[in-house]
């Protein structure tokens, strides 16, 4: 019978064989976090209200099991024996991908060992109570029953920080969770170089006599319908349901692996425009995670590079593809087939529509391609103060108010469509915004370099190809250039192979310069 490898004696095994063992470990943690996931995607869209005080216990009991196998002694054994067989005299060493591998359980097997298992724990738990509770705050506008449970987040998410590395700020800590190879400072000079772009972009658009077909699509349009709609959309983009589902939740969101991708969104009587941009949005992050390497799950190589890179995937469907004129010429009859009424609209009509600039919305998932990125400033801004102690929660919804009158120029009459309005910060996601406009500015330098290979090749263009319905060449550039190498690459690296240049904003000051510019006749 053949000797598992993990234990084996270590002077019977390979370097391949520690390898082995060491993969074998992270795919026993992996599932316990996939189930996890499947757990928190059913307490979001299926559970019953009642249900939050046995799904707090079983979620926290899930999160101290994969604590417990990712910290156990064994794991760093194994690492320390790989680093021993690597050496130059022992004539071996990992391969590229191998080492990447390594490389990323390291990581995430320090960070989780530097913190007790009994916080973990907490955090997870606590998080629960808070989501349940935050749903009834929002519904409710009622900030003052949230805070506590916000106050108790930020504490614990302090103290996980202080576990990691005492030494360092607390929010450079935690940021480093969702992308751990862009430093801090690189993420508030791409804010802030958006920040100088956009805020006299939006302000010459305020002033702007354009008169674009804002009002295209007003009336009442049933969301059963709208339903049926954002699947046909799905269909049409190429979103596997066979290895996936659509549901509607209070937050859209994605949750999932390369075999069970499953998206979620919600539907506004009113405005069927955000729930087809919400859709297309979820897509984006289910393709990526879809496009995974099925035979590497469990492992680093079969997982997502981080926030940023996946955010850059739902954004560029989002934005680069659902927003622009191609599809539209395709998808606006199918829109017109649901809702009698819109027969007369363009696909002119419907690309100004979608693409309309909102400076007076509150809500950032409705918020346009422009001033969602001011929305992300203030959530990034709040939350950083918040971990460093310059914040308290209690003033978090009068700082918000006057931020949105500075930033935007309007001020939230309730916090249900101000402070309340995120999932995010209940479950104790402190970190986690920056990496929206991140993958906002790599979605256009990602789209411009698919544009320009795809156009280069024979056949139609890339916009040609959009219109017609056709995704097969983006989706083929995508899976070649991000989805196929999970997360072998540090997220520049990444960057720098699907497009010959280091990660910056040049692309994105570009495209939304040039595409505003025109909608709205004005000059940067």
Request: hydrophobic share 35%; glycine share 6%; with cysteine.
């Amino acid at each position: 019978m053949e000797t598992d490898p993990s234990e084996r004696p270590d002077h019977d095994r390979s370097l391949e064989d520690a390898y082995e063992a060491l993969l074998d470990r992270s795919r026993r943690w992996s599932a316990v976090s996939s189930a996890s996931g499947v757990l928190s995607w059913d307490q979001q869209v299926m559970m019953p209200e009642g249900g939050t005080p046995a799904r707090s216990k079983q979620l926290s009991a899930l999160s101290s099991l994969e604590h417990d196998l990712l910290t156990a002694e064994k794991t760093g054994d194994l690492l320390d024996e790989i680093d021993e067989r690597s050496e130059p005299s022992a004539n071996a060493g990992l391969s590229d991908e191998q080492a990447s591998a390594v490389r990323e359980i390291r990581r995430t097997y320090e960070r989780a060992d530097s913190v007790p298992r009994d916080l973990v724990e907490e955090i997870s738990e606590a998080s629960s109570e808070a989501l349940a509770v935050w749903e009834q705050a929002r519904a409710a506008d009622d900030f003052a029953s949230f805070a506590p449970h916000l106050e108790r987040l930020v504490e614990l998410k302090r103290e996980y920080a202080e576990h990691i590395d005492p030494d360092r700020d607390p929010y450079t800590v935690l940021f480093e969770e969702y992308e751990p190879y862009l430093p801090i400072e690189q993420a508030e000079t791409i804010l802030e170089e958006l920040r100088g772009t956009l805020v006299p972009l939006i302000d010459a658009i305020r002033g702007s006599e354009a008169d674009l077909a804002v009002n295209t699509f007003e009336g009442s349009f049933p969301e059963d319908k709208q339903e049926t709609l954002a699947r046909e959309a799905l269909d049409l983009l190429g979103y596997d349901f066979e290895r996936g589902r659509l549901d509607i939740s209070a937050h859209p969101f994605t949750a999932g692996n390369q075999f069970d991708c499953r998206v979620t969104t919600r539907f506004d009587d009113s405005d069927p425009l955000s729930a087809v941009g919400s859709t297309i949005h979820e897509f984006g992050h289910a393709r990526y995670t879809l496009g995974l390497p099925q035979n590497h799950f469990g492992t680093p190589l079969g997982e997502s590079r981080d926030l940023s890179v996946h955010e850059s995937q739902s954004r560029l469907w989002e934005n680069h593809v659902g927003r622009s004129r191609a599809f539209w010429e395709q998808f606006l009859p199918t829109f017109q087939e649901f809702f009698p009424g819109t027969e007369d609209a363009t696909v002119e009509d419907a690309y100004e529509a979608v693409n309309q600039v909102h400076p007076n919305n509150l809500i950032r998932v409705q918020a346009d391609e422009l001033t969602y990125h001011l929305h992300i400033l203030v959530r990034f801004e709040i939350e950083r103060d918040l971990v460093r102690g310059h914040l308290a929660v209690e003033d978090v919804p009068e700082v918000w108010n006057d931020k949105y009158e500075r930033y935007l120029g309007i001020r939230p009459e309730t916090d249900a469509e101000g402070c309340l309005q995120d999932v995010h910060w209940s479950h104790g996601n402190f970190g986690y915004f920056p990496t929206y406009s991140l993958g906002s500015v790599m979605a256009a330098q990602l789209f411009a370099a698919a544009e320009r290979d795809i156009d280069d090749r024979d056949g139609p263009d890339l916009e040609a190809r959009i219109a017609d319905g056709e995704f097969d060449a983006l989706h083929e550039w995508l899976h070649e250039n991000v989805h196929r190498h999970g997360a072998r690459y540090e997220t520049d690296e990444l960057v720098r192979l699907a497009t010959g240049e280091s990660l910056s904003a040049a692309a994105f000051t570009e495209y939304v310069e040039s595409k505003y510019g025109e909608l709205y006749g004005v000059s940067p």
